[in-house]
């Protein structure tokens, strides 16, 4: 009887052979880690479970193992042993935050990043902090607000994610308009890349590596330290949102704000939309900042549509400025937006608890069940020249009756990323993110996930059937005329960066890009 080690190194279809269930099968599988010298484990029994699964919960898969790296060495080695096999594939998963399985590897080795020991080293003389791949971002934050009161300039709203997850993507949020995405503010990073060499890089050290890796969908390297930029924290938050009827209004501030010189608006802005309507999950009440707050429906035009739209900032600032300056820059910052009167909320909250605010939603989205439940997220960059149009045909009819969460929608200024990185933006001077962070609700409070996925799809040809200069942003396609559609104009850089770093297309094999031994 072949072993079942054999049978994998040699079988032509991969797919074809069963999963290693009994123990016999997974001892015949053991051997393919022989002489590796792994200071962390590796574990096939049930590896399925957790790392064949993430945070959207449409997508499943069956890894033959699941290792836990203990440093940048034993992922090397994991990436060289996949190395001499012609089947084998590599995924690095942090906290498994994805949503169409872009950390899984299927039939292939799945690395926990988070076991590797999660330094956190502040260097106050430069304002830098040396980071681990697999630390979480919000112990990134409590390390150096506590420790050190600094912090990252550049955040994402959710901070249960890996440092090296978002510098593999971006990662945005509501100060990116002034700093730029997580991508743009590191200098340094240790990179494992699909060649299986251990290579620090930056700017001036192995550029290339460097430029490709920022943004790259893990297709060039894993990511396993990173060197940060801090700059001082504030100790509060003034934390405001004010409520539109007119899109063309809420825009219009908006931009306003974002284009302003630094220094001169808000520390914070981001905005959404919700439904006109008494819906406690997507209408009014998603709105107020604190539960003595109330929103009142008869402040809303008659006129205004089937939704409305909430701009949302926020101000730093020191325990010892005096109330009055607070007040003075909060008022002169707002004087001039048309948002609709009596629908303006207000609260101060500490720094870290402000960073922190998605963190409360994650632990009530547990206790109500829905955290586990199925996450069929869409993430689109659409085009300053197309957002308007985009809500006439997206929010104002396929979504005019909400998506069971929020619906991000903030201008970001395409001036603050380096296009020698590996993301794509749409043309333009601006563009918009829109997040559509849907929760699956059980029926008859929602759609099914299935039906979520579906309008999806519908927004997506609507877009395409518009002519819309648009993006996704953690992206996923599922043939290679798609990924060449998302690059544009950049997809041969791509692939040559491709070829140079992971010419076997061992790395991130969840992102359906370049099938294992591809040639370009």
């Not at 396993?224 to 501030?253: H, N």
């Not at 429906?297 to 010892?320: M, Q």
């Not at 910052?333 to 009596?342: A, I, K, N, Q, Y």
Request: proline residues 6%; contains cysteine; hydrophobic residues 40%.
């Amino acid at each position: 009887m072949i072993a079942y080690i054999e049978r994998f190194v040699h079988d032509n279809d991969v797919d074809s052979l069963p999963e290693p269930e009994t123990a016999e099968e997974q001892a015949d599988l053991s051997p393919l880690f022989n002489g590796v010298d792994l200071q962390g484990t590796v574990e096939f029994a049930g590896c399925g479970s957790a790392s064949g699964r993430d945070f959207g919960g449409v997508q499943l898969s069956k890894p033959l193992a699941l290792i836990r790296p203990a440093n940048s060495d034993d992922v090397a080695k994991v990436v060289r042993l996949a190395s001499r096999s012609p089947h084998l594939t590599v995924a690095a998963r942090g906290n498994g935050h994805s949503v169409n399985g872009q950390a899984m590897a299927h039939r292939g080795l799945v690395l926990d990043m988070k076991t590797i020991e999660p330094k956190i080293t502040v260097d106050p003389a430069t304002a830098q902090a040396d980071v681990s791949g697999g630390a979480l971002w919000e112990d990134v934050l409590k390390r150096c607000v506590l420790g050190y009161g600094l912090a990252p300039r550049s955040w994402t709203d959710y901070l249960g994610l890996t440092v090296g997850g978002t510098l593999s993507n971006a990662g945005v949020s509501g100060q990116t308009f002034i700093y730029g995405p997580q991508t743009e503010n590191v200098t340094e990073l240790e990179v494992v890349t699909g060649n299986g060499d251990v290579l620090v890089c930056s700017k001036n050290e192995n550029p290339e590596l460097f430029f490709s890796v920022l943004g790259g969908l893990g297709q060039f390297g894993i990511i396993t330290r990173a060197r940060v930029l801090l700059q001082p924290a504030p100790d509060m938050v003034r934390w405001i949102r004010v409520v539109y009827s007119e899109f063309s209004e809420f825009t219009r501030d908006a931009e306003f704000l974002v284009t302003r010189a630094e220094g001169d608006s808000f520390d914070y802005l981001e905005g959404f939309v919700f439904v006109n309507s008494d819906d406690p999950v997507n209408g009014w009440a998603s709105v107020p900042l604190d539960s003595d707050q109330f929103f009142d429906p008869s402040c809303i035009p008659r006129a205004a549509g089937p939704v409305l739209y909430c701009l949302e900032v926020a101000l730093h600032y020191k325990n010892e400025d005096p109330p009055s300056a607070v007040d003075m820059r909060s008022e002169r910052l707002m004087g001039g937006l048309r948002f609709v009167e009596g629908l303006r909320f207000s609260v101060d909250v500490g720094y870290m608890e402000f960073l922190l605010r998605v963190k409360r939603a994650e632990e009530e989205a547990k206790a109500n069940g829905i955290w586990d439940a199925p996450h069929p997220w869409l993430n689109l960059f659409v085009s300053k020249t197309d957002i308007a149009d985009f809500d006439r045909v997206v929010f104002k009819n396929i979504l005019k009756h909400g998506v069971g969460g929020p619906i991000l929608i903030y201008p970001l200024l395409p001036s603050k990323w380096d296009s020698r990185k590996s993301v794509v933006l749409p043309e333009g001077e601006m563009f918009y993110l829109v997040a559509l962070l849907r929760f699956c609700f059980p029926y008859p409070k929602g759609l099914s996930a299935q039906e979520m996925i579906v309008q999806n799809q519908e927004i997506l040809q609507s877009c395409i059937q518009n002519g819309f200069d648009f993006k996704l942003y953690l992206p996923h396609y599922t043939s290679r005329e798609g990924w060449k559609r998302h690059f544009g104009n950049q997809w041969t850089r791509f692939q040559e960066r491709k070829a140079r770093f992971d010419p076997m297309a061992i790395l991130a094999p969840g992102q359906k890009i370049f099938p294992r031994n591809w040639h370009p």
